[in-house]
């Protein structure tokens, strides 16, 4: 009996719309020379690659099918012109989802800076945190975000300057294996103006584990903000 074992890329089968995986299989016995494989997604429609291309004991699919199961086999006609059983994997393709910034970290409000970038705050205020997470609970690998400062400058998650405003996009990578990523951004600013001033943060898109971009739709949802309160001012009189 012909026996086949698969050694690469088995391991995960729950992918992203889109993505693109390579699978290798073994021959653990048989006549390995001239041997012909016959790869099969069931139902057809999970996948656009043309399966027919593939008659080695390697192949690169594309999940770009509807969101739904299937399944990949495998079977091997060795170079003795003998039939092996058929291996098979049930395969899940899931919809992209939104990225959306989470209600539980919204738009914060923060106090003025001192002179010399001295803590203006008295007491705990609203910190800059923020969450961007995925609708459908897809692991996210990275974000990808703008963030300009009250005098319309493109800044870093520090607050210095992008080098580059034409291209401002700042990439914040996941530190967990999940679909929310949560991120800090620096609110330091000396308001001396009288009234508040605003940080503006844009989500642009993010990168889901198995490398698929998902675009931040339009609208207000993708755009949060950072408010920071006029510094109060005392004289005598």
């Known amino acids: 009996m012909v ?41 057809a429609n999970g996948t656009s690659t043309n399966m027919s291309l593939f008659d080695g004991d390697i192949s690169q699919i594309v999940w770009d099918g509807s969101a739904g199961f299937y399944t990949l086999s495998v079977e091997v006609v060795d170079g ?76 870093g998650v520090d607050g210095i300057a992008m080098a580059d405003q034409q291209n401002p996009n700042v990439t914040i990578t996941n530190s967990e294996s999940d679909s929310v990523i949560d991120f800090a951004i620096s609110d330091s600013w000396e308001n001396n103006t009288n009234q508040s001033v605003q940080f503006e943060i844009v989500m642009i898109s993010a990168l889901t584990t198995d490398l698929i971009e998902i675009m931040a739709a339009d609208g207000n949802d993708v755009i949060r903000t950072i408010s920071v309160l006029p510094k109060p001012v005392i004289e005598f009189q």
């Open 3 to 43: 026996i086949l074992t698969a050694i690469g890329g088995w391991s995960q089968n729950k992918f992203t719309q889109g993505a693109i995986e390579d699978y290798s299989v073994q021959l653990k016995t048989g006549e390995p020379n001239n041997a012909k494989y016959n790869w099969l997604v069931t139902p």
């Open 80 to 155: 003795n012109g003998c039939l092996s059983e058929s291996i098979s994997q049930e395969v899940e393709i899931t919809s992209l989802g939104d990225i959306i910034f989470a209600s539980s970290h919204s738009n914060t409000i923060v106090c003025s800076d001192l002179a010399g970038g001295i803590d203006g705050t008295f007491s705990g205020h609203s910190q800059s945190l923020f969450r961007v997470a995925n609708s459908n609970d897809i692991n996210l690998l990275s974000v990808k975000i703008t963030i300009q400062n009250p005098d319309g400058i493109y800044v």
